[in-house]
């Protein structure tokens, strides 16, 4: 459990860290999925899932800590971190179905 404003920055700047590479990700597989490299696209997709995963250990290490009763401080790096993983998150959503689009695309113009 983080006792200090500074455990908590640090944890705020290491999800901020996996979910900016995460959406970075998720951009770059757009970009493929544009040049109807799928493999690729997916691939980084795969990226960004793991970068999601390293993002979500620290998120749920706060949330069990304060489902078992110990509280954090609420800094603003901490919300802003929040917001950064849930915009990362709804990027990477939006970028697998933009490469079903573009496979249907792709498929559509008899490539």
């Known amino acids: 459990m983080p006792e200090t404003t500074e455990e908590i920055q640090m944890l705020s ?5 996996h979910a900016g590479n995460a959406r970075s ?23 960004a899932d793991k970068s999601f995963t390293e ?5 749920t290490k706060l949330l069990q800590d304060e489902a078992n009763g110990k509280k954090s401080e609420v800094t603003v790096i901490l919300v802003h971190a929040q917001d950064h993983l849930m915009t990362a998150m709804t990027v990477k959503e939006l970028a697998s179905e933009m490469i079903d689009m573009y496979e249907r695309m792709e498929k559509l113009e008899g490539k």
């Open 13 to 17: 700047f290491n999800i901020i860290l």
């Open 25 to 47: 990700c998720a951009m770059e597989a757009i970009g493929f999925a544009k040049a109807y490299e799928f493999t690729a696209a997916r691939g980084k997709i795969a990226e």
């Open 55 to 59: 993002a979500h250990h620290v998120q």
